[in-house]
């Protein structure tokens, strides 16, 4: 802040010399045309607030409209992010899916008053589909953002589409639930074993909200998830308990996916038990349902796991063809850990090439 210049008095109570009151006049007015200039030199709060200004601006200019019946498909690289708008009114539910093809994407979705309410990165995987649901509880523009975490990540496209867009009803309020519950849960199963035994309770809250919601294939989602941590908490059996009853809803509603994700993992509980023949059976049926629909990431891994199999079971040169098949899709996905995985287990084999 510039310094303010202080009446100087005279001892003899006379006033102020012509030179100091000439200098006083002077610095008095370069203080107010100063003052006046203020604002073309901000401070940093103002700086920032400008450029937070130009970003919204930039960000209102990219983001497009959204709407039922109208997908869109575009490319995305490695830390970019897209934006889309969607004007919902109250009580309006809302289902937005992004079919991921060659990057893995994270959905986000905030309220018109930029307050998040959602956020989805379910498997993080280069293929596949990400969803988001929501009920508007205010009416106005609310916005979808597509981005890549992964700066290195690369370049890949997706398409993002609204699903549904109408009323809400009893089951969709069901859903939403559901799916918080299920994000809740997937946030604990990594954690320590505390939380682990959390997110099996949250599951089981998301398993009974998806039921309600007659939604069948999240259902499977939610019961090969619980798997998944009963096998991290070192319960087998209990893993297989779930995958097997997931396997069969997946069959009836047709979701291939997650009957791939069934079998592989029934095959992986298999092999951990040391049943290996019931293990290679297991993946031997979901190899084709990958290929079938376009899986790459699901099918090196299957291959991989075969291999693995044949190696246990003493058949090397089996083995190496299933991991020869495996690599170069790995390479191709840009998968480098499974590449690194599959090149090690080439390695570990006595009839390598």
């Known amino acids: 802040m510039f310094n303010r210049i202080a009446p100087v ?4 109570g006379q006033g102020l010399p012509t030179t100091l009151c000439a200098a006083f006049i002077i610095n008095l007015l370069i203080w107010i045309v100063l003052s006046v200039s203020l604002p073309l030199w901000p401070s940093s709060s103002l700086v920032q607030a400008s450029a937070g200004a130009r970003g919204a601006a930039q960000s209102a200019q990219e983001t497009d409209s959204l709407e039922p019946g109208r997908p869109i498909e575009r490319e995305l690289s490695g830390g970019q992010s897209h934006s889309y708008k969607i004007t919902m009114i109250s009580g309006q539910y809302l289902q937005v899916v992004v079919d991921q093809r060659g990057i893995d994407v994270e959905l986000v979705l905030f309220t018109p008053d930029g307050k998040k309410i959602s956020e989805v990165d379910s498997e993080h995987l280069v293929e596949g589909s990400e969803t988001v649901s929501a009920i508007a509880e205010a009416p106005g523009a609310y916005l979808i953002e597509v ?8 370049t890949g496209r997706y398409e993002v589409k609204v699903e549904e867009l109408r009323a809400a009803t009893a089951e969709d ?4 639930a559901g799916e918080s519950a299920f994000r809740e849960a997937e946030q604990l199963q990594n954690g320590t074993l505390e939380a682990k035994r959390k ?3 949250k599951y089981h809250e998301a398993l009974e909200l998806y039921r309600r919601a007659s939604d069948r294939r ?3 989602q939610t019961l090969i998830n619980t798997g998944e941590v009963y096998r991290l908490l070192g319960e087998p059996r209990k ?4 995958y097997n009853e997931a396997l069969p809803i997946s069959q009836i509603v047709g979701d291939r996916r997650g009957e791939a994700q069934a079998l592989n993992n029934i095959g992986s509980i298999y092999w951990s038990l040391g049943e290996m023949r019931k293990a290679l059976d297991k993946y031997d049926e979901a190899l084709p349902i990958v290929r079938a629909i376009g899986d790459r990431g699901g099918e090196a891994v299957m291959l991989n796991n075969i291999g693995t199999i044949y190696m246990s079971l003493g058949e090397m040169q089996k083995a190496l063809d299933k991991y020869d098949e495996s690599l170069p899709i790995r390479r191709a996905i840009a998968d480098r850990r499974g590449e690194a995985n599959t090149l090690n287990n ?5 009839c390598k090439r």
């Open 199 to 201: 997110s099996i309770e």
């Open 218 to 220: 999240m259902e499977v």
């Open 173 to 176: 309020r069901h859903r939403v």
């Open 9 to 12: 008095s005279n001892p003899q």
């Open 346 to 350: 080439i390695g570990d084999s006595p």
């Open 239 to 242: 893993a297989l308990e779930k």
């Open 147 to 154: 981005r890549s975490a992964e700066k290195t990540a690369k």
